[in-house]
């Protein structure tokens, strides 16, 4: 839909702006409010871009790449900022500012106004601010915004321009359709062949003849040390404070008995009424049908042959016929006895007969009946506060400067290590899984210092604690030398052989230009060569195979009539020579299924580069203007150049 988003679709935050783009705003997904105070030198209010008449301030576009940042961590927790600004934020992220603010400008200076009703029930909408009856909660929704630093003003804008955007760039791409012969043009594509044929030069050929020395392996770890490093990788000491010990707790006859007074409606007997219900719409017209009941079984009938109708209400006791019908309606259902009619009654639909079909009584259940019931709630309750009252004591001793160990021993429980750990909670190589109970604290630990004091936190399970600190910190880097040595010796004669494969490459790709075949061309590499494949394919068997598509066939693909291209292979394993000799594509008629099939699949591609075109078009409408001094000045300061 827009050209920035995407470029960025091919980066590990491509799919995050886009959803922040069309509106799908969830928290992770905003920034912090606007802060008025100092940044790095720069003042919070200078701009990183004009967008019409309105700014972007830097500390909007800082809080706003924060934002993004830490909802990339999520799903990479190892993630740098720098790594995160390199991958496509640092112009993604104000690309992706630039454009809702441009749309939204344009919005409304044509008239599209985002009322506050409209934007509240967008806010109900959103999960993070549902209870769990899944309805918007209130308390939620303010614990969420106090969670991430937003304030409702900054949220509510963040929505209301989301939905002029939507409602600014669905319509132009509504109806869109690939027009007759240009879907003609494509479905011709598919049945496309083409032959030619791939020949490979491999570096393998070449390796076994290149010198190395240790200095030379020395140095070329040193160059690529972080295609070797291994992850960094920590223990984490912890100990688990559980309900063991607790044995003793248990509800008191006292207890029990309050409980069971506490609740004794709960408890109470129950009488639900099973009703056949006939509504008129005035009293006297009630009154005459009910005259004309000889018997309630006949009400029924009578009510059929004036062209009316019946319906039947089950309610398990009196509030739950109330909720159903009405107070006055459910007294007069009440009143009556099993068999009878009762009403005349007025109700909310108009006049209402009610027979009684059926009634239904639970029994009381009486304090010996549900002792164990109520002392097993009380029970479990005595004991979860006991277990919060041992974490309290323990936030304490940890808060006086206790050590782990320290804390352990009084409450009489054992400090375990874990194996070393990789940031998303997998064990390193082939160590041990850590206990389960560790799991939800990983990504806290690994935010700690070798050096930290102890935590507590609420284990995995949500029944117990776990008071932990780091263990043993390996930060990443290459193993020893002489472990990897021949990993180093394999990788660097490929790199090198890979340089003598290409130079062979070029001597192929001269001849085959000058007129000689790819057979006769490989022979002047003067080494043994793989044959020379060659290729006779469709384009839609290549596309049915439902793999991936090799790279020299996609190059293929692409080239034109009689050319003669070198491609180099992943991994330094060598280089390729695709020749294309003929290209032969068979006629389409219009009512071919493949032409109805191309313009429904390229139907919405058309919407999109509609909707591209119209972006483009409003930004360059309101005008945009880029400070790049403070832009740069933000991201030195993330990344923590000044």
Known sequence: MIQGFRKLFQSRIGVFLALAFVGVIALAFASADITGGSFGGIGGGERVAAVGDQQISTSTYRETLNGAFEQARQENPTLTMQQFLDGGGRDGVLDNMVERMAIYAFALDHGLRIGDSLIGSELKDIPAFQGPDGKFSQEMYTAALQQRGISEKLLRTD?????????????????????????????????????????????????????????????????????????????????????????????????????????????????????????????????????????????????????????????????????????????AAYEAKEGTIAGPVKGPLGWYLLRVDAVTRTNERSLAQVRDEIAATITEEKRNRALADRAAKAEEELNSGASLAEIARSFGKEVATTAPLLANGNPFANGAAPDPQVLRIVPAAFAMSEDSDPQIAIAADGQSYIIYAPGKVTASAPPPFAEIKPILDRDYRLKEGSKQAAAAADKVLAAIRQGKSPAEAMKLVGKPMPPVDNIDLSRQALMGSGREVPAPLALMFTMAKGSTKKLEAPRNLGWMIVDLDDIVTQDVAADDPLVLATRRQLGPQIGGELGEQLTQAIIADVGVSRNDTAIKAVIDQLVGNR
């Open 159 to 331: 929505l209301g321009q989301g939905l002029a955007a939507r409602m600014t760039l669905v319509p132009a791409q509504i109806g869109t359709a690939m027009p007759e012969k240009i879907a003609r043009q494509y479905a011709k594509l598919l049945n496309e062949t083409r032959k030619g044929s791939v020949a490979l030069i491999p570096s393998e050929a070449f390796a076994k003849d290149v010198k190395v020395t240790d200095k030379l392996l020395q140095s070329y770890l040193a160059s690529n040390r972080a295609r070797y490093s291994l992850p960094e990788r920590r223990t984490i000491r912890f100990a688990v404070l559980d309900k063991s010990g607790l044995e003793g707790v248990t509800a008191t006859d006292a207890e029990i008995a309050a409980r069971y007074e506490q609740n004794r409606a709960v408890y109470s007997g129950k009488e639900g009424r099973t009703l056949t219900q006939l509504v008129l719409p005035t009293e006297p017209a009630a009154k005459a049908v009910l005259a004309e009941i000889t018997s309630p079984s006949q009400m029924g009938a009578v009510a059929q042959g004036k062209g009316l109708s019946t319906t039947q209400i089950v309610a398990a006791d009196r509030a739950d016929l109330s909720a159903k019908t009405s107070p006055a309606v459910t007294q």
